[in-house]
């Protein structure tokens, strides 16, 4: 299966689907669960802002074809509340997406605000979205590339919740990720 296949078919955008076989060195990935989109993801979000009992939730997990079942991307989301209060840890690069998006030669984080009839309440729910690698070996290839294809997924799988959930001006993605640090 393609990478703009996977996690339902919206999620992951053609710019993306690259950006994954700068990651897992692969263009073909076992197919994902049923339950493993965006639309399930958004439903379960709903449902957790409106508890107070549960914050978080998976999206969907990525394997290329023929990795062994410990090597995955996992998209992740969770709820946050008020602005970002630290600094990123040194080996992230800040970028200007949503409130706050970060992205390391491992992972990809974008938070965004989100105001919808989904969502309840008047003040924007705030989502934090996270790309991230689970491997028994380094990331291989060039730093600088893992990086900018980190939060290429990342933006790709923010922007579909974000468009999922009908979030105001989209949560304030713009419609490609931007690469350059803020």
């Known amino acids: ?30 197919p994902s669960g ?17 508890s107070p009992a549960a914050d978080d939730g998976d999206i969907c997990r990525v394997y290329a074809i023929d990795s062994v079942p410990s090597d995955r991307l996992e998209a992740t989301w969770d709820l946050t509340w008020g602005p970002p209060e630290s600094e990123p840890a040194p080996e992230f690069t800040v970028l200007p997406m949503g409130e706050q998006a970060l992205a390391a030669p491992n992972a990809g984080i974008v938070r965004f605000a989100c105001r919808s009839e989904k969502l ?10 996270a790309v991230e690698r689970w491997s ?38 713009e419609p490609r990720p931007v690469l350059d640090p803020a």
């Not at 049923?34 to 409106?50: C, I, M, Q, W, Y």
């Not at 309840?120 to 979205?129: E, Q």
Request: hydrophobic share 35%.
């Open 1 to 30: 299966m393609r990478g703009t296949q996977l996690c339902g078919g919206d999620a992951i955008s053609a710019e993306a689907g690259k950006a994954l076989k700068v990651i897992t060195g692969s263009s073909r990935f076992e």
């Open 34 to 50: 049923p339950e493993d989109t965006v639309a399930h993801a958004a439903r379960s979000l709903g449902d957790a802002s409106a």
């Open 136 to 173: 028994p070996k380094d990331p291989e290839g060039d730093p600088e590339q893992l990086t900018e294809a980190y939060a290429t997924v990342a933006h790709s799988f923010a922007l579909a919740m974000a468009k999922e959930l009908r979030c105001e001006n989209d949560g304030g993605l």
């Open 120 to 129: 309840p309440g008047p003040a924007p729910t705030r989502i934090r979205l």
